[in-house]
């Protein structure tokens, strides 16, 4: 009102006063749609990045609690554990084509779980230890979001439950024991995907934790966290 009250006593000409008044007011609601359109985006998108930060941190405590140590045992069981070693060794240097290339082998590799009932039990007394962490987890309604981790969080809870209820492990039936060799082999392969996804989220985000979990490659039987040749 003082901008049209300052234009009217300037120009005296309240004709086109009216007529750019009637035409501010006829785009005023496209004008608040644009802008509620935008504001809402720019809200979501902010929001949605803070999800993800905070599941990224969900997923660090699983791997730290004990993804590591399963992705290990698990890799045990693989008979051609080397071949996918080889592209899996990760170091500082490491850029996205890497990490696209470790993809692209992961998702062409299929796994061969072989029998060793003495891993067996120790997977099993390990899992059973980490079993109310990993409900835990599933009770978490961030996760809901992440459907490719969640899908291993069940995948390695249906493991665990599945070596719960058999107390002994030795001298299994050829059936029994090719069922749990699949639980291992879904549970294999999703977390070594996950694996992945997570070193590049710690590449991209937090370099000093990527180069500790590069020294503790889970598939490297000799991972060390000392850093050789510095002093």
């Known amino acids: 009102m003082i901008l049209y009250l300052i234009h009217y006593a300037i120009f005296r000409d309240p004709h086109h006063i009216f007529i750019y008044m009637l035409g501010d007011i006829a785009f005023l609601p496209v004008e608040v749609l644009l802008v509620t359109l935008i504001v809402h985006r720019v809200l979501d998108m902010r929001e949605k990045r803070n999800r ?6 969900v997923i660090g405590a699983f791997f730290s609690e004990m993804g590591m140590q399963l992705l290990h045992s698990l890799a045990e069981f693989d008979t051609t554990c ?11 240097d490491w850029q996205d084509e890497d990490f696209q290339r470790a993809g692209g082998e992961l998702a062409g590799y299929q796994c061969s779980i072989g029998r060793d009932d003495v891993l067996l039990e120790e997977m099993r007394e390990f899992l059973l230890s980490k079993r109310d962490f990993l409900l835990t987890l599933l009770e978490n309604p961030t996760l809901l979001e992440h459907e490719t981790f969640t899908d291993l969080l069940w995948a390695v809870f249906h493991l665990t439950e599945e070596l719960k209820y058999r107390y002994a492990l030795i001298d299994l039936p050829d059936a029994d024991h090719e069922h749990l060799c699949n639980d291992i082999a879904r549970s294999y392969g999703l977390l070594l995907r996950e694996w992945l996804v997570y070193l590049e989220h710690l590449k991209d985000n937090y370099p ?14 000799e991972a060390s966290p000392v850093i050789e040749g510095q002093a």
């Not at 993800?52 to 941190?57: G, P």
């Not at 000093?208 to 039987?221: E, G, I, K, Q, T």
């Open 208 to 221: 000093y934790l990527f180069s500790l979990a590069v020294r503790m490659n889970p598939l490297d039987p």
């Open 52 to 57: 993800m930060e905070k599941l990224n941190m």
């Open 82 to 92: 080397q071949q996918i070693r080889e592209c899996l060794e990760p170091d500082t």
